[in-house]
């Protein structure tokens, strides 16, 4: 595809229960990031997958969140239990490769509201 | 701990009139700098990088930014802002470590142009 593409754009569910976000990353882009993007707060970085090699999970708040890549390509993001403070945009970005000096390409993001 | 310090949480300005958008960061070692904008209801998308060389950066659509190491500051600045620039302004700050890398994000500057 021409960019990043993420679905649900938005995505209403009720505490407790689990939901699942979806990433198509550029193609041939090695580099996957999911961040969280909440009301007067920057990007909180989650996870990073960078080709094969073992994600960087670093930034996953809780047990609760999980994520993986499946074939280098399309990633999904995983929030079991949800709860009401997990409400926020969830962003997704992919780069031609995990150098710092890379520029991170986003998709539009998943809205989720958790009630 | 890398941080990005964002001053501004808002900065409405006039029409014409020049605007600057203030970075700081903290980082002991070489760091990538980036800005970002995220128009109303879009992704976010690059506006220009600091990588080495030159310390005045231009980017797109007439910003351009300074990178200074011993302020560590990356401040964003336009002459002549238009309507169109109404929008949501990220700095972040890259640094490649041994085990890889981060990009920390700042909280955002939501710059909003008056006619």
């Known amino acids: 595809g021409a960019g990043v593409s993420q679905s649900p754009s938005n995505k209403v569910t009720e505490k407790g229960k689990d939901v699942e976000l979806r990433c198509d990353p550029i193609s041939g882009h090695t580099a996957l990031y999911w961040y969280r993007q909440s009301l007067g707060q920057g990007l909180e970085f989650l996870i990073y997958?960078?080709?094969?090699?073992?994600?960087?999970k670093s930034g996953l708040p809780s047990d609760r969140f999980s994520a993986e890549r499946t074939g280098g390509s399309v990633s999904t993001l995983t929030i079991q239990r949800t709860q009401q403070e997990d409400s926020a945009v969830y962003l997704c970005?992919?780069?031609?490769?995990?150098?710092?000096?890379?520029?991170?390409?986003f998709g539009p993001g998943t809205r989720l509201t958790v009630l | 701990a890398q941080s990005v310090t964002q001053l501004d949480s808002q900065v409405p300005v006039f029409e014409e009139a020049p605007v600057e958008l203030r970075c700081n960061y903290s980082?002991?070692?070489?760091?990538?700098l980036f800005w970002y904008v995220q128009y109303p209801n879009q992704g976010l998308q690059l506006l220009l990088k600091?990588?080495?060389?030159?310390?005045l950066v231009k980017g797109i659509n007439g910003f351009e930014a300074e990178f200074n190491k011993s302020q560590t500051s990356f401040h964003l600045r336009k002459p002549s802002v238009h309507i169109s620039d109404t929008a949501e302004y990220f700095c972040?700050?890259?640094?490649?470590?041994?085990?890889?890398?981060?990009?920390?994000f700042g909280a955002g500057t939501r710059l909003f142009v008056k006619a």
């Open positions: 997958f960078q080709g094969n090699s073992a994600p960087d």
């Open positions: 970005a992919s780069s031609q490769a995990g150098e710092a000096y890379n520029e991170q390409f």
């Open positions: 600091y990588l080495s060389g030159s310390t």
């Open positions: 980082s002991s070692v070489s760091v990538y």
């Open positions: 972040a700050v890259s640094e490649q470590g041994t085990g890889g890398f981060k990009t920390i």
